[in-house]
Nanobody, 116 residues
């Protein structure tokens, strides 16, 4: 069982920045992939950014150039740096991992609200 705890969400004005953190109860270097998803009211959960164990990253087109995903294996933590935030980035952001055994776990989510 892997526990994930997200933090760093909040209310920010458009154009501002936030950094989300996802602290894992297991060593992150053992995960096949870690990702951030988001879910806005009335919409389906969508992938925002992901990072593989190799370090390869991928981003949703809408956040490319504004968001950066990174991992600190020494701290078992994954980050999502979000710059130039827009009102449409408002959502609950979830951390998701795929372990070496191909099991998947989700965090409880952290709310990000961007005001115009």
């Amino acid at each position: 069982q892997v526990q994930l705890v997200e933090s760093g969400g909040g209310l920010v004005q458009a154009g501002g920045s936030l950094r989300l953190s996802c602290a894992a109860s297991s060593r992150t270097y053992g995960f096949r992939a870690i990702a951030w998803y988001r879910q806005a009211p009335g919409k389906q959960r969508e992938l925002v950014a992901g990072i593989e164990n190799s370090g390869v990253t991928n981003y949703q087109e809408a956040v490319k150039g504004r968001f950066t995903i990174s991992r600190d294996n020494a701290k078992n933590t994954v980050y999502l740096q979000m710059n130039s935030l827009k009102p449409e980035d408002t959502a609950i952001y979830y951390c998701h991992v795929v372990t070496s055994a191909w099991t998947q776990f989700w965090g409880q989510g952290t709310q990000v609200t961007v005001s115009s």
